[in-house]
T-cell receptor, first 113, second 116 residues
C-alpha cells in the first residue's frame, strides 16, 4: 500500500524562526516521485518541489530546503527565517507510476509576527 | 500562459439534485486529475485521465460519481443525487505526459460544493 504521513498537524512559530515539516512515505515502487505543495488561505495549491527516487541530493531554493532520505523514507521540508507569508497548509505527496498523487493530511503552519 | 480553470467557483445545491463541475486543463497537458478536499482534510484522489487510455476510476467513492473528458481538453465531473457528505472542494489538476518533466500536477482553484 502507498501512504504519506505528515505527523505534525499544526505548527506555530514566531517570525524568523526556522521550522521543519516532516513527511514519511510508504511505497513498494522502485521508481516514484515526491512533491511538496503549499495551500495558502486563498485555497489554491502551489507546487513547490518535485524529487525523484533516484536523486537523494538535498535541494535549497532561497529560504526553502528539502532533505530526502530513502533509508528512512522521509522527505522533510525546512523553511529558514520564516515569514508571516509562509503561513499556509503544506502537503507532501507521493506519485507512483500510475500517475495519481497520494497526499498526506497536511501540516498547518502559522507564523506569528 | 493560462492555468487550470474550474467552474463554477462555488455551487450550492439541494440534497438529491445532480451537479456538474467543469475543468479546463492547461493546453498541451495530456493528463487530468480530479481530487476532493473535505474541510480541514487532505486531498482524496477521485479519477485520472491520460490521453486515450481508459481512465483510472479507482478513487470514485460511489456510482453516483462519474467523469468524462473530451479528447485532451475539458473534463466534467458529475455527482448524481447529491448527499450532504459530498460537500467539499473539488480540485482539478493537469500535468504533462508522465515521464516528461516529472509530471508535476498544476491545480485549479477548485469548486466549493455545498449540499444543503
Amino acid at each position: 500500500a502507498q501512504k504519506v504521513t505528515q505527523a505534525q498537524t499544526e505548527i506555530s512559530v514566531v517570525e524568523k524562526e526556522d521550522v521543519t515539516l516532516d513527511c514519511v512515505y510508504e511505497t513498494r515502487d522502485t521508481t516514484y516521485y515526491l512533491f511538496w505543495y503549499k495551500q495558502p488561505p486563498s485555497g489554491e495549491l502551489v507546487f513547490l518541489i518535485r524529487r525523484n527516487s533516484f536523486d537523494e541530493q538535498n535541494e535549497i531554493s532561497g529560504r526553502y530546503s528539502w532533505n530526502f532520505q530513502k533509508s528512512t523514507s522521509s522527505f522533510n521540508f525546512t523553511i529558514t527565517a520564516s515569514q508571516v507569508v509562509d503561513s499556509a497548509v503544506y502537503f507532501c505527496a507521493l506519485r507512483s507510476n500510475t500517475g495519481k498523487l497520494i497526499f498526506g493530511q497536511g501540516t498547518t503552519l502559522q507564523v506569528k509576527p | 500562459g493560462a492555468g487550470v480553470s474550474q467552474s463554477p467557483s462555488n455551487k450550492v445545491t439541494e440534497k438529491g439534485k445532480d451537479v456538474e463541475l467543469r475543468c479546463d486543463p492547461i493546453s498541451g497537458h495530456t493528463a487530468l486529475y480530479w481530487y476532493r478536499q473535505r474541510l480541514g482534510q487532505g486531498l482524496e484522489f477521485l479519477i485520472y485521465f491520460q490521453g486515450n487510455s481508459a481512465p483510472d476510476k479507482s478513487g470514485l467513492p460511489s456510482d453516483r460519481f462519474s467523469a468524462e473528458r473530451t479528447g485532451e481538453s475539458v473534463s466534467t465531473l458529475t455527482i448524481q443525487r447529491t448527499q450532504q457528505e459530498d460537500s467539499a472542494v473539488y480540485l482539478c489538476a493537469s500535468s504533462p505526459p508522465l515521464g516528461l518533466a516529472g509530471g508535476e500536477q498544476y491545480f485549479g482553484p477548485g469548486t466549493r460544493l455545498t449540499v444543503t
